[in-house]
């Protein structure tokens, strides 16, 4: 029943596109379309948002969209369109039948005469884009450390961060009550951060890397493929031809961490080519263990990351780039006494990880400059990621070697209301995991192909529509459509709506490797024969509504939201650890598994340059364990936010946010002797962090912050530490911070 109400919702939100372009052509027989633009001392077009154009005599007109393009009907008796835009020349075009116009249009600002001053949100939500996409800009990274991009969400109330365990110092994100591999990770529109990757790869990208985030909820575009469930975080990394010539970042906190990021860049001189190298080196040379448990709080080690890309463009519509990163990491972690170099197996419980990763990329695509509309595009990606670690006495190696492709073609049907992108992809990645001696490798072949539709008649209305096609060596053929409508009844106002389903091969030990810092034995329960794991892929729908209003209160700008989404299980890898707390069933889910999450949010400027963030997120997330529904554990139902940001006049900023977390479900340990059981749940907790920072004509920055500035901490987060070789050692059990205080210092030069 489900099922069927879903496709009749799928053809309705059609029928009701179809509907508004019927409408649309009844109205008039020849419209005129076009693009209207301003160019930069490069000679590159931007396009303008919001021009407005009438018929010269008339009141008839319409203004362009978010990428510059228009649509108007042709009047009798009219051959004159006005262009109209603040800060810029009017002009007036003649136009003769149904053609397609290019309008650049030209500054009246003279910048050595006219200042214009303007702050800039550090996080802001577009109101024309059909979905809701949240841009974290640089400046709000720099709230905090943020020193990779696991530490890059502090200040964001839409994702959670959390450990793994308590030996690995892994960090974990969760968005809309899901895990980390349910959020599809891009950098720059191409597949970044999956399969093996995805468990340590957020710390292969430093955050002084980042240019902005793109993150947005429910599924993404067809265009990335089919993986996204929970939502899509784009990364856009330093870019050659825009970013300062060299920005240098130092930091070092009180538990030996010390790190360092270097960004260089050149613009050669015909303007075509520009290069970025971008250095980073951190590492922890101490061992602490302040919780007297025997076991290093967090684990030492290093990380070298290193980067290098090339940006072409020709100034008449080519653009390309390619680039390579690698990146090698090695830590140690576990009992203090532990010495990978001369310690017996079974004499420390220690934890070793080596790891490399390498990746190259590649891209070029073609605007029409006659045709600004119209561009084809041609993407390419190739890596590598090695693996080698124990924990205890458990080895598990893993590699993976992934190629993608991807073509796109975009253009308009008629006019620039009807837009469309299609193309065609192929992934392959081939996975070689060890568990001791237990194979888990398997190979992975996914040629597929997509269309979306994009339905933009009115600033009021706009609709993408897409479906994708996919075929997998395993799992077969397979469809995936995706909808986003966006609705504005007012021009401060925008009510959208998202629907579609994702798909994914869940890799069951990495994605759950806290596990491995346990005693608990690794079940698979009814596999079946030539599937990755034993298993059917996963397979989800998702549902999203939210509602964006912006206000001007007390001539300050604000504003407030509500997001609601639900994510419906098909079919789930469910990991139980409350069968047995020595046990951890892998099984394909066996009854309902569903998550809901709903969210408000104010952003507002309660006095002059001083921010004003609050949040709070309730989640029902549940699923069938051993045919009992039980909450998803080690996961806060409910969680509340605040973040305040100041900035004076000579260039001090202060910024202090706070997590409210509530309490956790933790899995069972009944069975256990008493002094190894844990509570059924733990208790909600505050987390504080503050960052005071100074800075001296834009080129000079020095911080001083701290994390966890109450200095609360989990009570024994390893359970029976004092016998690690046990049947009742269990790391994995974490709910909140294991680390105490932290306090860091840095300092952030630039030339521009």
Not at 150 to 166: G, K, L, M, N, Y
Not at 533 to 548: D, K, L, S
């Amino acid at each position: 029943m489900m099922k069927k109400m879903k496709t009749c919702c799928f053809c309705l939100f059609l029928l009701v596109g179809n509907i508004l372009n019927l409408n649309g052509q009844k109205a008039s027989h020849v419209q005129i379309s076009g693009h209207v633009y301003e160019l930069d001392e490069s000679g590159k077009a931007f396009p303008l948002v919001g021009v407005n154009l009438y018929w010269l005599g008339t009141q008839k007109g319409t203004s362009s969209n978010k990428d510059g393009m228009f649509t108007i009907q042709l009047i009798k008796g009219a051959d004159s369109l006005v262009f109209s835009y603040v800060g810029f020349h009017n002009d007036t075009v003649l136009v003769s039948g149904r053609q397609q116009l290019k309008v650049e249009m030209k500054s009246n600002l003279l910048l050595d005469e006219v200042s214009v001053v303007s702050r800039q949100k550090s996080t802001q939500i577009s109101m024309l884009d059909p979905r809701k996409v949240e841009n974290i800009s640089e400046k709000e990274l720099l709230k905090a450390a943020c020193c990779n991009l696991s530490e890059s969400f502090e200040t964001s109330p839409s994702i959670d961060v959390s450990f793994t365990d308590a030996v690995t110092g892994t960090r974990q994100i969760q968005m809309l009550g899901l895990s980390g591999p349910y959020v599809q990770i891009t950098k720059e529109n191409m597949p970044g951060l999956r399969g093996l990757v995805s468990n340590y790869g957020l710390t292969f990208i430093p955050g002084t890397w980042i240019e902005s985030i793109q993150l947005n909820k429910g599924t993404g575009s067809v265009l990335n493929g089919f993986e996204s469930i929970a939502g899509q975080i784009n990364l856009e990394l330093q870019k050659p031809e825009e970013a300062d010539p060299l920005y240098l970042n130092l930091y070092a906190n009180n538990e030996s961490r010390l790190e360092a990021n270097l960004n260089l860049t050149h613009r050669f001189e015909n303007n075509k080519w520009s290069t970025a190298l971008l250095l980073h080196a951190s590492g922890r040379s101490e061992k602490h263990d302040k919780n007297d448990d025997g076991f290093m709080d967090m684990p030492t080690g290093d990380t070298y990351v290193i980067l290098n890309r090339w940006k072409y463009n020709s100034g008449d519509g080519v653009e390309g780039q390619f680039g390579v990163k690698y990146t090698t990491q090695s830590s140690v972690g576990g009992q203090m006494k532990f010495d990978p170099k001369q310690t017996a197996a079974n004499e420390y419980w220690g934890m070793k990880l080596d790891i490399q990763h390498g990746e190259a990329w590649a891209k070029l695509g073609k605007v029409y400059v006659d045709q600004p509309w119209k561009s084809v595009a041609v993407q390419m990606s190739g890596s590598f990621y090695e693996q080698n670690s124990t924990f205890g006495l458990t080895r598990y190696n893993a590699d993976q070697q992934s190629f993608y492709i991807n073509s796109i073609y975009q253009s308009i049907i008629g006019t620039s209301f009807h837009k469309f992108k299609t193309g065609i992809s192929f992934q392959f990645d081939r996975y070689g995991e060890y568990l001791n001696q237990l194979d888990l490798g398997y190979n992975e072949i996914v040629p597929g192909a997509y269309f979306e539709y994009t339905l933009d008649p009115s600033d009021k209305f706009s609709m993408v529509a897409g479906l994708r096609i996919d075929h997998h060596n395993h799992f077969g053929s397979f469809v995936t459509p995706r909808l986003h409508i966006r609705y504005a009844p007012a021009e401060k106002s925008v009510l959208r709506f998202s629907a579609g389903r994702g798909m994914r091969t869940a890799n069951v030990i990495m994605e759950n490797s806290g596990i491995l810092a346990s005693s608990r034995e690794i079940i698979f329960q009814s596999q079946e024969a030539g599937l990755p794991y034993g298993f059917e892929q996963e397979v989800a729908w998702n549902y999203g509504a939210n509602f964006t209003q912006k206000f001007e209160l007390d001539f300050r700008e604000g504003a407030v939201s509500f997001d609601l989404y639900r994510t419906d299980f098909r079919n789930q890898i469910v990991v139980d650890l409350d069968l047995s707390p020595q046990q951890a069933v892998f099984a394909p889910l066996d009854g309902k598994s569903y998550a809901n999450s709903f969210q408000a949010q104010l952003d507002y400027e309660l006095l002059n340059r001083l921010d004003f963030r609050v949040a709070y997120r309730l989640y029902d997330v549940k699923t069938t364990y051993h045919g009992e529904l039980m909450e998803k554990p080690l996961l806060s139902k409910q969680r509340a936010f605040v973040n305040l940001a100041y900035q004076t006049r000579n260039y001090w900023r202060f910024d202090f946010t706070i997590n409210r977390q509530g309490r956790k479900r933790i899995p069972t340990t009944e069975s256990n002797p008493e002094q190894y059981r844990l509570a059924d749940y733990s208790p909600a907790f505050n987390r504080i962090n503050v960052q005071v920072s100074k800075s001296w004509r834009e080129s000079l920055e020095l911080y001083l912050g701290a994390e966890n500035l109450t200095n609360y901490t989990q009570d024994n987060p390893i359970v029976a530490s004092e016998d690690p070789f046990g049947p009742y050692f269990d790391s994995s059990l974490v709910w909140g911070p294991i680390g105490e205080r932290t306090i860091y210092m840095g300092l952030r030069y630039k030339i521009f």
